[in-house]
């Protein structure tokens, strides 16, 4: 009885180490984890999203992964503009949710105000810096560099504007500026990347 016990406990040792190997040895092991339905982060926007300061790591990733181009170049110029593209219509469509915003005739004289600065602060400052970082990715980098960090200033000017007394949080702008920032974070961080005798 115990020799038969012993032998039926090696057989359930061996299945169990044998379906061990297996399950370690199995071609397509990614896909029964449940949890990967983004693609993996390439090694690039891996590297890029450990240099953002301002935005977290997890937003850096899901802000590259709207345009899945980001995750399969390797090259910091392209991915330069892969972002600075996704940013110039997130915050096209932004400076659209903010004007439609400030003509909404419900909210105080000094909201609606500083409503306005926020759109004047994305066309002066925000739309036209990023766009001036896209165009300057092939020639002048570091220009570009400062470009995609100056973005961000108008997305704190609105921010700042929007604490003024009489104007209570507006959480969907504070958003929208937050969307701001982490690109801008990202162009700086990848833009920074691309070495001086790479044009
Ligand atoms: C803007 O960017 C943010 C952050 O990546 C994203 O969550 C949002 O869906 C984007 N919105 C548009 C309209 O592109």
Not at 96 to 125: D, R
Not at 143 to 157: I, Q, R
Request: hydrophobic content about 40%.
């Amino acid at each position: 009885m115990a020799a038969l016990r012993t032998s039926t406990l090696m057989i359930i040792t061996q299945v169990l180490s044998i379906s061990f190997f297996l399950l370690h040895q199995s071609p397509l092991p990614a896909i029964t984890v449940p949890t990967l339905n983004i693609e993996a982060p390439s090694s690039l926007v891996n590297r890029v999203c450990k240099m953002t300061t301002i935005c977290s790591y997890k937003d850096c990733i899901a802000a590259l992964a709207l345009d899945p181009r980001a995750s399969s170049t390797s090259n910091p110029k392209a991915l330069a503009k892969i972002a600075l593209k996704l940013v110039v219509s997130n915050s096209t469509n932004s400076k659209k949710y903010i004007e439609a915003m400030a003509k909404k005739q419900c909210f105080s004289l000094s909201l609606k105000s500083a409503l306005e600065y926020c759109v004047s602060q994305y066309e002066s400052v925000v739309i036209p810096s990023f766009k001036m970082a896209l165009k300057e990715v092939d020639e002048d980098p570091l220009t570009a560099n400062y470009d995609a960090k100056v973005a961000s200033d108008g997305a704190n000017y609105c921010e700042e504007k929007l604490s003024c007394e009489g104007c209570h949080d507006v959480a969907s702008i504070t958003t929208r500026n937050y969307y701001v920032k982490i690109y801008s974070d990202i162009g700086f961080a990848v833009t920074n990347m691309i070495s001086p005798v790479d044009h």
